[in-house]
């Protein structure tokens, strides 16, 4: 695994020390799988670090470019064939995992095949890697780290064993290959998907970085970017090269084109070469050609890297905001972003846009939404009232229950108070004898004179917030001490204000409702609908509080209140309305997702699998 990497190949990782020479792997099992001739062969390579390295490279073992990403030699089925019908030809040691005889890919160091998942009835990718026991027994660190990363934008490792020469380790399968094959399938992504790309691998950054010491990947590249294309999701695989740093790196491994300078000299390294490796990364997806395309061999990298001579194809990035940032990711180490910086670049940052979903006949209830533009997983939908609630009361309880960041206060109070102008402008133009006053929302973009901005004089809102929460397959989405994330929760439609489409994405996850016993005690009920809409511990405990400080100890106790006992207990508007509809049973859909660390708020509700969504 981790060091093992070194190129024959373009794309292929680099590692030292290298004394190998000419290492055949055969796989085994051949007779099993009826794939006799996978030979495996490493030329003969020679690598050194700095000075070393340009001197004692040959161009004819780092041949410039290759379509042959893999190195194999040959071998008697494609990436993905399907030998006539799928067949279990192996099992883990546990029984749990079944190798069926479907190759799903081969790379430098390892054969992935299709696996199923018995326990779980996923498929799963059984990835064989060829080692001794003595450097198996070596990876035990790799193989705690791996066991603890869990994020959506990282491939799940699952578990590992040692078996007949060869390192097994079972990982989450990806459906649609990596960025690198996607990006020369579409040629050229559009910035849209460039973006949406981008903020997914740098979540997976933000968090391996955040642990403490941070995980470094070390061989971030585009090979190393998998795709689910049902969905868009990318995540962040070969976790094989990640170690924690404990203090400075010293091993240099990676792939020259995205390998930073840091990493050639013998001062050593930290987490900051992932970013420079996700500058590289970024420019392959903006121009569609692998970095340093005009270097012929590792050595004339290493030489344009160590003198600070940035690839060719930076000259052809037009757009001043992802130029900018590519550039500050190239940068020297000190002065490079980090992950979370890079996230909250121009480039990437994510503009609100509220939208009208619905209104009734009298325009006066109407249903809005905010959606986050090129963030397809981030929206919040809420109910809107024109009679009884103002932008800046609706909007200021959003940001006081964490459901929008309050950094985007202005821009979406300002974007509510246009939709109630448009609809405002609209009945005036159907009724020009309608009062122009029933209109109470500002006509200039802020706050109406008549407006406060906290609560309006009838007293508290009428719940505007719609929390239900639904996910594709009735799981409770994960979520991770990154930025909120919002699940989407309506497909591409008009705004029928605007006319405009919106590109969101088509599916909702749903939490089934389910019925509480009157004698249910209000701990863990509260508790579920916190977990339902996503809320940490701390809040159910202040539910709980208030709720138990009124006498209500049980679900019966909650039914039994009158609409005046519920505005005694001192709870939100918002937790009114949630707990109201738990209580009714009905389905949960909270749209949004909080930042949380606490590992006891984000358990599923359903089965304990995670949904590996954003
Ligand atoms: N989790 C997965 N799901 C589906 N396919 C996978 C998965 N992991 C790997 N593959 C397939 O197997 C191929 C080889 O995997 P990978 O590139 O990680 O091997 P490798 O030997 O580490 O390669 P290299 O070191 O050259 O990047 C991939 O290109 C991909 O097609």
Same mark, same amino acid.
């Given at each position: 695994m981790a060091d093992h990497h070194h190129p024959e190949n373009n794309g292929s990782p680099l590692s030292t020390p290298f004394e190998e020479e000419h290492i055949q792997y055969q796989n085994g099992n051949s007779a099993d799988i009826n794939n006799t001739d996978l030979v495996y062969q490493r030329v003969n390579t020679d690598f050194s670090v700095g000075a070393d390295l340009y001197t004692r490279m040959h161009s004819d073992v780092y041949?410039?470019?290759?379509?042959?990403?893999?190195?194999?030699?040959?071998?008697s089925q494609p990436p993905n064939e399907i030998v006539d019908r799928e067949v279990v030809i192996e099992e883990s040691p546990n029984l749990r995992y079944a190798k069926l005889n479907t190759i799903l890919g081969k790379g430098a160091y390892k054969v992935v095949y299709k696996a199923i998942d018995r326990e779980e009835g996923y498929e799963v990718a059984w990835n064989c890697f060829q080692t001794t026991r003595a450097e198996f027994n070596d990876l035990s660190q790799e193989i705690k780290i791996l066991k603890q990363v869990r994020h959506p934008n990282i491939i799940n490792f699952h578990d590992c064993w040692y078996k007949d020469a060869e390192f097994i380790f079972v990982t989450e399968l990806m459906t649609s290959g990596t960025l690198r094959e996607y990006i020369r399938k579409l040629s050229l992504p559009n910035m849209k998907i460039v973006k949406r790309w981008s903020r997914q691998i740098l979540k997976g950054l933000i968090y391996l970085h955040s642990h403490n010491p941070p995980i470094i990947h070390r061989d971030i590249k585009c090979d190393n970017i998998f795709i689910n294309g049902a969905h868009g999701e990318v995540k962040i695989g070969d976790?094989?090269?990640?170690?924690? +740093?404990?203090?400075k790196k010293y091993t240099v491994i990676g792939t020259p084109e995205f390998m930073a300078p840091e990493m050639y000299e013998e001062k050593g390294y930290n987490e900051k070469v992932d970013i420079y490796a996700f500058g590289m990364c970024l420019l392959e997806m903006v121009t569609g050609e692998y970095p340093y395309g005009e270097c012929k061999n590792a050595a004339q990298i290493y030489k344009k890297v160590s003198q600070g001579t940035k690839p060719e194809?930076?000259? +052809?990035?037009?757009d001043s905001e992802v130029l900018d940032l590519i550039n500050n990711c190239l940068a020297a180490e000190n002065e490079r972003f980090t992950a979370q910086q890079i996230m909250d670049h121009p480039f990437l940052t994510v503009e609100p846009e509220v939208v009208l979903i619905k209104a009734d006949d009298n325009k006066t209830q109407l249903t809005l939404q905010v959606v986050f533009k090129g963030m397809d997983k981030l929206s919040v939908k809420f109910e809107f009232n024109v009679?009884?609630?103002t932008a800046e009361e609706v909007v200021n309880e959003m940001i006081e229950e964490q459901v929008l960041p309050e950094k985007y206060q202005q821009l979406i109070t300002h974007e509510i108070n246009r939709i109630l102008r448009d609809i405002s402008k609209q009945s005036n133009e159907d009724d020009p004898n309608k009062e122009e006053h029933k209109t109470p929302w500002p006509s200039h973009g802020g706050m109406s004179p008549h407006l406060t901005p906290h609560k309006s004089s009838h007293g508290p809102s009428p719940s505007p917030i719609n929390l239900e929460r639904d996910s594709p397959n009735g799981t409770i989405t994960q979520s991770y001490p990154v930025q909120p994330t919002i699940m989407p929760t309506?497909?591409?439609?008009?705004?029928?204000?605007?006319?405009q489409p919106h590109d969101w994405s088509d599916y909702e996850d749903t939490i089934p409702a389910k019925e509480y016993p009157d004698k249910t005690p209000i701990n863990q009920f509260v508790c579920d609908v916190a977990i339902a809409i996503n809320r940490d511990v701390d809040k159910a405990n202040d539910w709980s509080e208030k709720l138990k400080s009124q006498d209500v100890m049980t679900v019966g106790d909650l039914r039994a209140l009158t609409n005046e006992d519920w505005t005694q207990i001192g709870l939100t508007v918002f937790a009114i309305r949630v707990l109201k509809n738990a209580l009714h049973g009905k389905t949960l859909r909270s749209p949004y997702i909080i930042p949380r660390t606490n590992s006891a708020a984000s358990t599923s509700t359903s089965g304990g699998e995670e949904n590996p969504q954003e």
């Open positions: 041949p410039h470019h290759a379509d042959t990403q893999y190195n194999v030699n040959s071998y976790m094989g090269t990640a170690k924690m +740093k404990l203090g194809s930076l000259k +052809k990035v037009q009679e009884r609630d309506e497909s591409p439609r008009k705004n029928s204000i605007s006319g």
